[in-house]
């Protein structure tokens, strides 16, 4: 099964900036989309970012010009830089990837344990 590991939550004050990463790792051979979530206690997970391989992203509406994200596919690792965040932002933010493996040639999405982003003053 591949890993996900995800790193660069915290605690940043509202209009601050944070840069998440996540990491996959084991008998990769192919990634197609990689994407971010996060839930909110209380709330449904929600899409906050995607990105294809060949680069095409989406976004979720609450979060258009305010984050960015990005992959190195060299290093099956994609990022979301957060900027201006607000105290709405405040999540356990999740890692999404879809898969195909070397052997078996299996596909599938699998997950990270999550990272927690708290905003506040």
């Known amino acids: 099964q591949v890993q996900l590991v995800e790193s660069g939550g915290g605690l940043v004050q509202p209009g601050g900036s944070l840069r998440l990463s996540c990491a996959a790792s084991?008998?990769?051979?192919?990634?197609?989309?990689m994407g971010w979530y996060r839930q909110a206690p209380g709330k449904q997970r929600e899409l906050v970012a995607q990105?294809?391989?060949?680069?095409?992203?989406n976004y979720g509406d609450s979060v258009k010009g305010r984050f960015t994200i990005s992959r190195d596919n060299a290093k099956d690792t994609v990022y979301l830089q957060m900027n201006s965040l607000k105290p709405e932002d405040t999540a356990v933010y999740y890692c999404?990837?879809?898969?195909?493996?070397?052997?078996?040639?299996?596909?599938?999405?699998?997950w990270g344990q999550g990272t927690q982003v708290t905003v506040s003053s």
């Open positions: 999404k990837a879809n898969v195909r493996e070397i052997s078996p040639p299996i596909v599938y999405n699998t």
């Open positions: 084991g008998k990769i051979f192919s990634i197609n989309v």
């Open positions: 990105i294809t391989n060949g680069g095409s992203t």
